[in-house]
């Protein structure tokens, strides 16, 4: 059965890679590949081409969110105890389209989602982007990922099928967890390096896991199933023990000094930094209360050290991929994140390659992903509003008129789009 075409025009064509914006461009799908992608008078259209007129908006590749916890939006803890267990699938397909409906077709799952949510996506029983799985991120017992509280209680989800516990101690019980979360369908292991913000028992600066420890896990990864590993660290010892053990990414970064910006720039270790991450918390906070008092006080001292991390980084030349924590914050808000990164120094273009290109690189899926170019996947955005000229228009999710997925269409607001909508 031959493959149809479609025609995205109209539209002024913004790349991923970084470039000078192109008047007058068109993207040409092939089913679910890009075919063509120039100006609209380079491309040879087939007869019986559908046609999706951007109406002089602006043509980019589906974005990308590198660090987002689909399974789970933080809530009081009265009603995280009393909710039955399964009712977080039900709300993870919302939180699915409502990623997808801001654009983002993408993303890399820092622990919640496991191989059956994701299946669920790609054989389409529910609308939601392309997954990349961490499945259960490591921890120490009472560090960052242990949610043990003083009274006895634990908020840890219990291990499932496909979905192991992730508490472990010692290079051994590390290196059989890692096999254990490899085992369950894992694209990549995440790691707690440091303490974090919303743990009852630590703090953002505090070391979690010896470079023993973090190494095995690199090599378990790489050396059995070629995966890479990615790293909550957050205290700038916890970060330079992952990126001396050979770890991918660093996410958070807040409390960067200049011997770890030295060494990330060394290893090429990329950073996703989640600006929005602690001013969600203390949003949250005012808005729901759903944030406990430990988790507001840290965030309170975190906000000004991590920008102030994140900029020396940007200014370094560390690669920077754009990524969020969405479940701190509610799914959708995702690309507020584009307008903290342009607050800490990078220009618009910047901030969008961060959310494309670099993003792709970051997950090791830029032959498929991140750019517009012939031959990657067919997911296309097309905004209203200009993005380089107002980066914080995308927040409107009504600014994003239409988003296709693997060539098919997901979201439209524009009259001439005929292609239907995914229900």
């Known amino acids: 059965m031959a493959e149809t075409f479609t025609l995205i025009y109209n539209g002024t064509l913004i790349d991923g890679n970084g470039g000078e914006p192109v008047s007058n461009g068109a993207v040409l799908l092939e089913g679910n590949r890009i075919a063509a992608v120039g100006p609209l008078d380079t491309i ?13 908006g602006f043509i980019l590749p589906g974005l990308i969110d590198a660090h987002v916890h689909i399974m789970f939006e933080i809530k009081k803890l009265e009603q995280r105890l009393t909710e039955p267990f399964s009712l977080q699938f039900y709300r993870a397909a ?11 077709t993408t993303v890399r799952d820092a622990g919640g989602a496991d191989l059956g949510v994701k299946t669920a996506v790609e054989m389409g029983l529910v609308q939601g982007p392309r997954m990349m799985i961490s499945i259960t991120p490591l921890t120490i017992t009472g560090g960052h990922g242990d949610s043990w509280m003083l009274s006895g209680a634990n908020m840890n989800v219990p291990g499932y099928p496909g979905h192991p516990d992730g508490i472990c101690d010692g290079v051994e019980e590390v290196r059989k967890k890692v096999r254990e979360i490899l085992r369950a369908g894992a694209d990549i292991v995440k790691v707690h390096a440091t303490g974090g913000v919303l743990s009852p028992t630590d703090h953002p600066e505090f070391t979690q896991f010896s470079f023993e420890e973090l190494r095995v896990m690199v090599q378990e990864a790489e050396y059995r199933r070629g995966r890479k590993v990615m790293a909550h660290a957050q205290g700038a010892e916890g970060i330079k023990n992952a990126v001396r053990a050979g770890i991918h990414s660093i996410e958070h970064g807040i409390f960067l000094d200049d011997e770890a910006i030295e060494l990330m720039v060394k290893h ?25 008092e430990y988790g507001v006080r840290k965030a309170k001292e975190s906000i ?58 970051c997950m090791g899926w830029d032959d498929k992903v991140g750019t517009l170019e012939a031959g990657k996947l067919a997911d296309v955005v097309v905004t209203r509003t200009n993005p380089l000229e107002d980066i914080r228009s995308l927040e409107d999710t009504d600014n994003i008129a239409v988003v296709l997925k693997d060539g098919v269409v997901v979201k439209n607001l524009l009259a001439s789009v005929a292609s239907p909508v995914l229900a």
């Open 44 to 56: 040879q259209v087939p007869e019986g081409t559908e046609r999706i007129d951007a109406e002089g």
């Open 94 to 104: 919302e939180h699915m389209k409502k990623t997808l409906n801001a654009g983002i």
């Open 268 to 292: 090429g270790t990329y950073l996703v930094p989640t600006l929005l991450a602690p001013v969600a918390v203390l949003e949250q906070a005012e808005a729901s209360g759903s944030m406990p």
């Open 304 to 361: 000004e050290a991590h920008q102030r991390s994140i900029a020396r980084a940007y200014e370094a030349g560390v690669k920077i991929a754009m990524g969020t924590d969405a479940a701190v914050m509610p799914h959708g808000t995702n690309l507020r994140e584009l307008g903290l990164m342009c607050d800490i120094g990078m220009s618009p273009m910047e901030a969008i390659v961060a959310t494309t290109r670099v993003a792709a690189e």
